[in-house]
């Protein structure tokens, strides 16, 4: 079965860190470009972070830039996004997909195997 499955999720204090994992399973990540997405309660699905096939190229939404820092092991067909300095707004649900179109992070994207999501929350 062909699928992401995302993981590292829970409830941390502002300010804090987490390290969430995108896996693989039935496929091999380093054939495309990975995106992390998040969806907050009452709101649109919102891009949050990409890397490319090769992992020299990284992409991040401007409320994370200089916060959050997206990597990737192909060895393990794993991806992570390291957040730091959370922020109660960074609550959420936080997705993996892989792009089937583009393996850049630019141009046009075709987002496709999303996982189930791993909760995310920022909170005293």
């Known amino acids: 079965q062909v699928q992401l499955v995302e993981s590292g999720g829970g409830l941390v204090q502002p300010g804090g860190s987490l390290r969430l994992s995108c896996s693989a399973s039935g496929f091999f990540l380093d054939y495309y470009a990975i995106g992390w997405f998040r969806q907050a309660p009452g709101k649109e699905r919102e891009a949050v972070s990409c890397?490319?096939?090769?992992?020299?190229?990284?992409k991040y939404a401007g409320a994370v830039e200089g916060r959050f820092t997206i990597s990737r092991d192909n060895a393990k067909n794993t991806v992570y996004l390291q957040m730091d300095r959370l922020k109660p707004e960074d609550t959420g649900v936080y997705f993996c997909?892989?792009?089937?179109?583009?393996?850049?992070?630019?141009?046009?994207?075709?987002?496709?195997?999303w996982g189930q999501g791993t909760q995310v929350t920022v909170s005293s």
């Open positions: 890397i490319s096939k090769s992992g020299s190229t990284t």
């Open positions: 997909a892989a792009d089937i179109e583009s393996s850049s992070c630019r141009g046009p994207s075709t987002w496709s195997y």
